[in-house]
């Protein structure tokens, strides 16, 4: 059986944005592990595997099926022990928490504010109308409210990020000398973006940038193959 990956696609099936999809594909990617890709689409994604997980990503391994971004990592680093570490032990797991905690709290808090109209503007209709409902549900305003102040949150941006910008003073990454699954975490944030928005996150010369684009180098250019927004 081959080991898929179900991850969240727009309506082009190659458009795959999920931050939490990339963090599985990027650790997939680490492991050195051969997998295949099942884009879907928002309204599909309950029919995954007779309805196991209502979000993505999904990994069946050969029929063992893991949801959750985390729990997926956590589970190929107990199944391929062998293989390079996504977490160097107890330590970068720790780590890992941490950096879930900051980027999901502080850098997609504050990026959804910013793409969450263009995230709308790439689905197919059935899947704007579920998308526009749900968020505006949840956001308390219309989405072309949030779009109206988008200018300001991106200005808003920069300085979330000033403790990766300290961090990488003295290491290319969060993991030290390489990459672990806590670099992945953050990377997949901004992957999202990168994908869902053609708006410009960040400064050619900020150092976060130059981390991102090692980052999209990583694992034969895996991230790369997913064209940015224009």
């Not at 526009?132 to 920069?158: K, N």
């Not at 928005?197 to 976060?208: E, F, G, M, Q, T």
Request: net charge negative.
């Amino acid at each position: 059986m081959t080991r898929l990956l179900y991850s969240l696609c727009g309506a082009d099936p190659e458009r795959r944005f999920s931050p939490h999809a990339w963090k599985a594909v990027m650790a997939l990617a680490h492991k050195g592990l051969d997998f295949d890709e099942a884009p879907t689409p928002f309204t599909s994604i309950r029919s995954i595997e007779s309805g196991f997980s209502p979000t993505v990503p999904v990994l069946n391994d050969e029929g063992h099926l893991v949801r959750d971004s985390f729990a997926i990592a956590l589970y190929l680093e107990e199944k391929y022990p062998d293989r390079p570490s996504l977490f160097n032990g107890d330590g970068g797991k720790a780590l890992s928490r941490m950096v879930e905690g900051y980027t999901q709290t502080l850098i997609q808090a504050a990026l959804v504010k910013i793409i969450v109209k263009d995230i709308h503007d790439i689905l197919s209709p059935v899947d704007q109308r579920y998308f526009r409902t749900s968020r505006e549900e949840r956001l308390g305003v219309t989405l072309e409210d949030i779009e109206s102040g988008h200018a300001s949150e991106l200005s808003a941006f920069g300085p979330k990020l000033e403790p990766m910008r300290h961090m990488l003073k003295h290491q290319p990454f969060i993991g030290g000398k390489s990459p672990l699954f806590a670099d992945y975490i953050l990377f997949g944030a901004l992957q999202w973006a990168r994908v869902a928005s053609p708006k410009r996150i960040l400064a050619d010369d900020d150092p976060v940038q130059d981390w991102f684009n090692r980052c999209l180098d990583l694992h034969g250019a895996r991230a790369r193959q997913t064209s940015a927004a224009a």
